[in-house]
């Protein structure tokens, strides 16, 4: 088995998550942002967006080298785009409807602007679109976390690792399409009133 990356934005469960199918498959899990910061592989804090730059292509190259040395690993993180494609198996996003995940930020006490960012992020798809645009189509799935126990959705993650993968590829959720007219307004007006 190759690297299993999870993705999606904060707020979707992907640490607990690869925590869990650490413990199952025995594989060893890195959370790409605190790598970077605990190797000093960044290039700077950005207090607009309240967030470090990652110095990606030292970062890549520190990944890479770890996984030609470790084997499998469980890559957390919701850029995990700029890691080669030829070391993932399998990268699962993790998808929550925006309204529960608005709720879910806000009660860690985020800055609005920072909730509303990754709530925009999740209606419009972009950790998936950016995986694709990167990666390809063809090694990512996404699983709908919403309303869901995290143990669940670890149970469905073995069970697409150990099945039929190709059942799962190519099913997108899409929000605009999900949500009522009057849930995306309300998602969309909370964005543009807190996105400065």
Request: charged share 25%; net charge negative; with cysteine.
């Given at each position: 088995?190759?690297?299993?990356?999870?993705?999606?934005?904060?707020?979707?469960?992907?640490?607990?998550?690869?925590?869990?199918?650490?413990?199952?498959?025995?594989?060893?899990?890195?959370?790409?942002?605190?790598?970077?910061?605990?190797?000093?592989?960044?290039?700077?804090?950005?207090?607009?967006?309240?967030?470090?730059?990652?110095?990606?292509?030292?970062?890549?190259?520190?990944?890479?080298?770890?996984?030609?040395?470790?084997?499998?690993?469980?890559?957390?993180?919701?850029?995990?785009?700029?890691?080669?494609?030829?070391?993932?198996?399998?990268?699962?996003?993790?998808?929550?409807?925006?309204d529960e995940l608005l709720s879910i930020l806000l009660s860690r006490?985020?800055?609005?602007?920072?909730?509303?960012?990754?709530?925009?992020?999740?209606?419009?798809?972009?950790?998936?679109?950016?995986?694709?645009?990167?990666?390809?189509?063809?090694?990512?799935?996404?699983?709908?976390?919403?309303?869901?126990?995290?143990?669940?959705?670890?149970?469905?993650t073995i069970d697409i690792l150990f099945g039929d993968k190709p059942?799962?590829?190519?099913?997108?959720?899409?929000?605009?399409?999900?949500?009522?007219?009057?849930?995306?307004?309300?998602?969309?007006?909370?964005?543009?009133?807190?996105?400065?």
């Open positions: 088995m190759k690297a299993i990356g999870i993705s999606g934005v904060p707020g979707t469960g992907k640490t607990t998550l690869a925590k869990m199918l650490s413990e199952y498959l025995k594989i060893p899990t890195i959370d790409l942002s605190e790598y970077a910061i605990r190797n000093m592989l960044i290039i700077a804090y950005d207090s607009s967006i309240q967030s470090y730059i990652v110095d990606e292509e030292r970062l890549q190259q520190s990944i890479v080298m770890l996984y030609q040395n470790e084997g499998p690993l469980i890559i957390d993180s919701h850029y995990v785009e700029i890691l080669p494609r030829e070391i993932f198996e399998i990268i699962f996003v993790l998808r929550r409807n925006p006490g985020w800055s609005n602007r920072k909730v509303a960012e990754n709530v925009e992020a999740e209606l419009l798809s972009i950790c998936t679109i950016n995986i694709i645009e990167e990666l390809g189509e063809d090694i990512v799935i996404e699983i709908d976390v919403s309303n869901r126990d995290i143990s669940d959705v670890a149970r469905e059942a799962y590829y190519g099913h997108r959720i899409d929000w605009l399409s999900i949500l009522s007219s009057d849930r995306i307004d309300r998602i969309l007006e909370f964005i543009e009133k807190n996105r400065i």
